[in-house]
């Protein structure tokens, strides 16, 4: 069964201060992973896209990893801000639409919380 | 250009009555999908629209059914609402396989 694990689940940090997320999946075959951010009472918005050929991509302060060996990505935030307070979740895309979820694997999601 | 919308976006209900949310995309997108959301538990897909036309199930979909009404619509229905139902619905949307989702912002349910 195709699976996204994310860790931590939550993670209280001090404004200013770098931290990182980590994703682990499953999903086999693979075709992108994506991290989203979800602010409090909001839908989730798409921060980047991880293709199997990319290893690391950098959208201003966030910075996302992948690992296809190891089935392993992570989204690292530096300099933290308090609007960076959100939950961020993993989300891993089959090449396929079977499975009865489009091809859509979801991460429970971490729960960030900047502190001034 | 609105992206997703949803109504309404909030709704208290009592046992047993019944109740359509509303999703509307105008940004001509083949797919579209109702997740609900509780806390620990994540996004969990209850009915998904790959074209206008059909509809598959997801994770959850007893008690819900949906209707896409046309490219733009994707309704969802609570026949006889429960409890275990208050949840945060998303309506969500994108244009082919491998493309980001869009999400609508929520429509909070609580019954009764």
């Known amino acids: 069964k195709n699976q996204v694990e994310q860790s931590p689940q939550s993670l209280i940090i001090l404004e200013g201060k770098n931290c990182t997320l980590q994703c682990n999946y499953t999903v086999s075959p693979f075709s992108n992973l994506r991290w989203y951010k979800q602010d409090t009472g909001r839908g989730p918005v798409s921060l980047t896209i991880?293709?199997?050929?990319?290893n690391t991509k950098s959208n201003g302060r966030y910075t996302a990893t992948l690992d296809a060996d190891t089935k392993q990505s992570s989204l690292h935030i530096t300099a933290s801000q308090l609007s960076d307070s959100a939950s961020y979740i993993c989300?891993?895309?089959?090449?396929?639409?079977?499975?009865?979820?489009?091809?859509?694997?979801f991460g429970k999601g971490t729960h960030l919380i900047i502190q001034p | 250009n609105a992206g997703v919308t949803q109504t309404p976006k909030f709704q208290v209900l009592k046992t047993g009555q019944s109740m359509t949310l509303q999703c509307a995309q105008d940004?001509?997108?083949?797919?579209m999908y109702w997740y609900r959301q509780d806390p620990g538990m994540g996004l969990r897909l209850i009915y998904y629209s790959a074209s206008e036309g059909t509809t598959d199930k997801g994770e959850v979909p007893n008690g819900y059914n949906v209707s896409r009404l046309n490219k733009r619509e994707f309704s969802l229905r609570l026949e006889s609402a429960a409890p275990s139902q208050t949840s945060v619905y998303f309506c969500a949307s994108r244009y082919l396989m491998d493309n980001e989702q869009f999400f609508g912002p929520g429509t909070r349910l609580t019954v009764l």
């Open positions: 989300v891993v895309s089959a090449p396929y639409s079977g499975g009865g979820a489009d091809g859509l694997t």
């Open positions: 991880m293709t199997f050929s990319e």
């Open positions: 940004m001509n997108h083949n797919s």
